[in-house]
Each structure stands twice: as C-alpha cells, then as structure tokens.
C-alpha cells in the first residue's frame, strides 16, 4: 500500500529539510522524501499549496482518564480529539484511577489504544506507588511493558530525597521523570494566581514561586545526578529563568509550556464572564509578566516543547462555585490554532521551531519513534493550513469534555489531516471538500 | 410608602441583583444612602411596618453560620412586609451531594422575588446571577464582597461626619481574609476617601497598594488624624497558617488602645462590623467609649438593607399596583 503527498511544504527540522517536497508513504514509513516523485500506483493525497507537511506532532502531558473516570474521557475519545487537533501520538499521565503503577493498567492502556486505532499512546508511570511520594514503583516492570516516563502528575514527586532516587533509577532505565513543581505548602489552599487579580477577587492565591522553588530543586537534584529532568507545564517567569540558568550550567533539564500559558493571563478571572471555571488550572494562568515570559522562552529556546496539559472534566464538574472546581482544561483541539494565532502569525517563532516544539523535541524527549519525515520513519505526518480560519466551538470538541476557555474564539491555522502509520485518521471537515473541487 | 417613594423617584439601580460594590458607581451609592434615611424613619414608627414589598417573597440563603447580618435582613424584609424564610444550609444539601446550582433551582421552583445568600465561596452569588432567574443579593462571599456592610459603614459615617469624601478611614487587621476590606475599599475610594490599610505583612493582600489603599504596618501611622479607625476581627485560627505568632503579640502590636487613639483626630468615630474579639483586636475601654459607634451601625445595617431591598424589589411591587 502506497500513500503519496504530492505537493506542499515539508517542514522537517530533524532532517533538516524545508521546502516543496512530496512525501511517498510505503507499508506505513516513510519511503522517500523528494521533489515530483512519480505516482507509480501510489493513492494521491494532494496537498494544496501553503499547506505545511510535518512529522506528525507529539502530545507530552495529556489526561485521558481511562481506567477510571470514564465520564471525563476515554483512550477512544482522547484520541480521537488528539487527532482532530492534529497530534498523531499523546503521551498520557499515570493520575488514572486506579493510577498507573503497575504494568497492568499500562497493558490496558496500550490495547484500548490499540482498539481504538486512530493517535499512538504512550503510557507515563508513576514515580511512586499511587503517586503518595512513599515508595518508588516497579520503573523497570513500568519500563519493560511500554512506559516512557515517569511522573507524579497532579502532584510534585514528594521529597527531595525521593526526587533524587527516581532521577538515579529512572536514568539508569535511559526514561525521564517529569516533574509537576509545585511546593505544597506555599500552594496551600490556592485557587488562582497570586496577584492583583485574585486578590480583587477574593481568591486564594498561588504565587508563582511555589513552582519555581521546587524548578530549581529538580534543576539541582539533576545536577547531581547526571539524570536528565523534564519540567511539566511551565507557568511563571521565575521557572524559565532557572531552566535558562540551568541550561546554561548544561544541566540535561527540558522544559514544557501549555497554549493557555502563553495566551491568557489571569484577567481571564474576570473577563468576560467573572469566576469563570474554566479559567481554573494547576498552574494557574499567571500575569502578564509571566505570559511574556513563556513567549520569550519560547523564541528563545529555553522552552524545549509544547505540551496541552489536556485535562478534562465533565460539565457538572465545571459548573460550581469557582474554588470548588477541579483545575484543568480540555487542550488537544486547540493547540495547533493557538500556536498558529499567537506564535507563528505574530512572527514570535517560525514554522520550522513550531514543528520542533510540537513534534522533534518532544519525540526526543521520551525517546520515542517519530519527530521527523527521514526515509525509514514511521509514516507519522500532520498537514497543517496554516491560513485556515477556525471558529472554536466546545459542544463541536471531539473529546467528551468541552472545558475550555477557548469557546467561540476565531483563530487562523489548523490541522488539516492527520497520518498515523501510513493510514489518513482524520481530515478536517472544511478543508476535505476543498481538497476534493480542486 | 409614598413618603419614601417620593425620596427615592429620581433613581433607580441598573442592575438587578447586588453583587457587590464593584458594580455601584457614585450615584447609585448616593442612592441607597438617601433611601436608607427614609427606611431609618420607619424604625422610629411605633408600628414599624410599610407595605413596600407585600406579597414578595424573600429567601435568606445562608451557607455560612451568621447571627447579625441573617437577623438584620431578617428584620428588614419584615418591616417591608415581605414575605420571609430563612434556611441555614450550613452544608447538609452539600453533604448529601447536591449542588449550590441545584439547591438553588429548587428553591427557585416555588418562585421567590429575591434571594439573599451568604456562602463561603467568593462568586458564588456571581454563578447563581448568571444562571438562575431570582435577584441576588450578596450577604458575604467567601473573601470577596459584603456590600451591605459596606453600605451601612458608609451611612454611619455619614451620619457622623455629614461627608465621606476627603476623610482619613484607617482600616485595621486582617486586610488578606477581609470581605468588609475589600467592599469598603471600593466605596470609599468612590465617595473620595482617603483609605488607609494596616495590619502584618502576612496579612495584607498582594499588590494592596493597587487596590486604592495607602498601606502599613504601623498602626501609629494608620490611626495618626484619622477620622474614622475600623477594626476588623482576627480570627483566632490565624495562628495556623504562621499569620501571627499569637493574638497576644497581635494585640501588642495592632490592638486598638485609648493610647493609640489619641494620635487620630478629636472627634474620630471607631467602627467594628463584628464579630468583636475584645483584647485581640480592640480594647474594651475602645470598643465601649465614647468614640464608638459599633452599635448604630447594626441599628443601621437594618435601615441600609430596607433600602436596598426596596430599591431591588419594592419599586417594580409599587409599579405592579
């Protein structure tokens, strides 16, 4: 089975690769990458012109709540908003229930994704036994049966003395720990950024620091250790200056920023509708300062990859006084437009660094197969528009959450199809039937 | 109540609810003040009663524990001939599962004109205004807003001082936990205060000076040619969170003394919203001499609401007529 992309700009940063280029796609890799590559039998898919060809683009830190919190979303639903939203592999987050500890939940995982059959899954263990920070997990086992990383998510790995084991073990393993920084204690009961606004608003603050300190524990413990450390959802500007400092000492530190972290700031508390839930996530949407700082880390390269932080909660949930809310948004169907919207199209980053963002770093960073188009990889590709204009619509979302801050926004760029292994997983509705009057 | 329609013709509120003092400009402020020396008249009567909101019903949604501020919207909606039920939920639907949204929607399904809600969480009046049909009124939301109180402060001064505008207010203790902080803030940076905010580092908010509020650390300087000195209560549980090291130390430091009040100026007014915690914040000779006026501002807090109610509700009942 032959799969031609006839046309279209190829984006490859990993292969060093940029320009007008078809792609032949053979038994699911990449066959050749080239200009006018004969049809030969090949089904053509023709990719207009403006589009962009990717290696397809790599979820990190997403939450697709199988087993457990089925009403939330599932390993089918999850993956099908993550190919809608133009990622052909997510990464998903042990915080299930029960938690992913062991190597049964991580089988169950990977063969719901498998029934599924639409977006690669890649189980994240837990660091420790249900995520308590009390005793390390059987990382190996976790290892042996398809983890790539390991965290606590929803909560900082515990201690210092814990953090440091499980850089040791889990670098031993060649899988690194990614780290959801937060102090617990100078986050206390905190519901919003600690600032301005929240104290307006009568809110309970979470000051910026309460990530940061624990960002340069984990910058020190890697020091250390030798073992490479993964910073998850990056939120204040204290974090991007110790993850620059770090990097500058070559500490193997990498780092994430969620879209909503270098779109919104925290006047989203109030406008336009005040004590709004879905402005509520862990860490919360910070001050201006802070937003320009995710932008600058960005630009600058200190941010390593784009990560959704994909969390979602059903609308009974959502729909309660504001500190009694769970934190989290749904975030797979909106990443690629706001990357477009807010860093491409400002001229902040280029193509070329947002398909490193989204898709080489992050396969680099779990140590997974894909993040470039070379002959021989998986045919793993996403085909962006980047012009095109897309209205946001929850109740349209395809995850069965539709918590987003993002509703009835209009934003310029889109994923017009995704490919996973060679098979075409989803073409934007609009966008097939221009395809198809050509 | 024609007399008190008459006082009140030329104005009206804009919105339908009071959710806080964020929404009230200057004018609307004035309003409730003026309304509310109409409805002090009635408490005078010997039959303290006008029909304004008869056949209105009214729900006192309370979510949290309160004796003063339940009992004065009690006793107003009573003299407006309203008719009145309060509920204590104090938890119990919450326990059992049910939502604020669905608590309020069944309350909502015997139809009442107006509901008066206190809860523990700051916008939780904000949800039920977007999304249910009853005017709210904000008795207090978690660390947000307490606008009646504010609005009944801003009459006692008033009463005392013919003016707000140009006045050094001091307000005194825990500014971060502070409801009464924040919608006397608001006011009086309306009506041309000038505010001043003092208490331990710990217990200022972030960016207060942001907030209008000349703030402190030294009660000297707060209290130095202030009009008015409010004290606002320190819980006791503060010790907890490492706010202070003990009310005893607290006390030293920040209670109100007839030593300390000799900095403001002569005729100062002390005010306290209560709950009072005598020898924590304020001393007894203070609390009970000559400069305070804690208890007209209950007595006003009756008169305040009465305004407020009417101005929500009693007008549209007199339009019906």
Known sequence: ?438 | MSDVAVATAAGRLRSRHLLGIAQLDAGEIQLVLDTAEAMKEVGTRPIKKVPALRGRTVVNLFFEPSTRTRTSFEIAEKRLSADTLSIAVASSSVTKGETLLDTVRNLEAMAPDLIVMRHASAGAPHLLARLCRSAIVNAGDGMHEHPTQALLDAFTIREHKQRIAGLKVAIIGDLLHSRVLRSNVLLLNRMGAEVWGCGPATLLPVDVARFGVHATTSIDEAVADADVVMMLRIQHERMHGHFIPSTREYFNLFGLTPARLRRAKPDVIIMHPGPMNRGVEIDSAVADGPYSVILEQVANGVAVRMAVLYLLAGQEAEADR
């Open chain 1, 1 to 438: 089975m032959k799969l031609l992309l006839k046309g279209g700009r190829v984006v490859d940063p990993a292969a060093s690769r940029d320009g007008e280029m078809d792609v032949l796609i053979e038994d699911g890799v990449v066959a050749r990458v080239g200009r006018q590559i004969p049809v030969d039998g090949a089904e053509v898919f023709e990719v207009r012109r403006g589009w962009i060809v990717a290696p397809g683009l790599i979820d990190i830190h997403v939450h697709l709540r199988e087993p457990g919190q089925e009403h939330k979303e599932t390993i089918a639903t999850g993956t099908a908003a993550a190919v809608a939203g133009g990622f052909t592999a997510v990464a998903c987050m042990p915080n299930t229930d029960p938690v992913n500890d062991h190597p049964g939940v991580t089988e169950l995982i990977l063969r719901k994704a498998r029934d599924a059959g639409l977006a690669r899954v890649y189980p994240i263990g837990a660091v420790s036994l249900g995520s308590r920070g009390e005793q390390l997990a059987e990382l190996g086992e976790q290892k042996a049966a398809g983890c790539v990383a390991f965290s606590d998510d929803g909560r900082p790995v515990a201690t210092a003395l814990l953090m440091r084991r499980a850089l040791e073990y889990a670098g031993m393993l060649g899988v690194p720990v990614i780290d959801h920084c937060e102090d617990p204690s100078l986050k206390g009961d905190g519901v919003a950024h600690e600032g301005l606004r929240a104290a307006l608003l009568g809110l309970r603050g979470i000051p910026g620091v309460a990530e940061s300190v624990m960002v340069e524990r984990d910058i020190a413990l890697a020091e250390l250790t030798g073992a490479p450390v993964h910073v998850a959802h990056m939120s204040a500007r204290q974090s991007i200056r110790a993850v620059r400092d770090g990097k500058l000492r070559d500490v193997r530190v990498t780092c994430e920023v969620a879209p909503h972290h270098f779109t919104l700031t925290d006047e989203t508390l109030e406008h336009p509708t005040p004590y709004d839930t879905n402005a509520k996530m862990n860490p919360p949407l910070r001050d201006g300062a802070d937003r320009d700082a995710m932008l600058d880390g960005l630009a600058d390269g200190t941010v390593d990859v784009i990560a959704t932080d994909h969390a979602p909660h059903h609308a009974d949930e959502k729909l309660v006084e504001f500190d009694r809310a769970p934190f989290g948004i749904v975030g797979l169907e909106t990443a690629v437009p706001l990357v477009f919207d807010r860093l491409v199209h400002t001229g902040r980053i280029t193509i070329g660094r947002m398909i490193e963002l989204l898709s080489t770093n992050a396969a680099r960073i779990i140590g997974v197969p894909g993040g470039s188009l070379a002959e021989g990889s998986p045919a793993d590709v996403t085909i962006l528009a980047p012009d095109h204009e897309t209205t946001v619509r929850a109740a349209n979302l395809r995850s069965r959450s539709k918590n987003t801050p993002f509703d009835g926004w209009t934003l310029r760029g889109a994923a017009a199809a995704t490919i996973v292994g060679g098979r075409i997983v989803y073409e934007h509705p609009a966008l097939i039937k221009e395809r198809q009057q050509r």
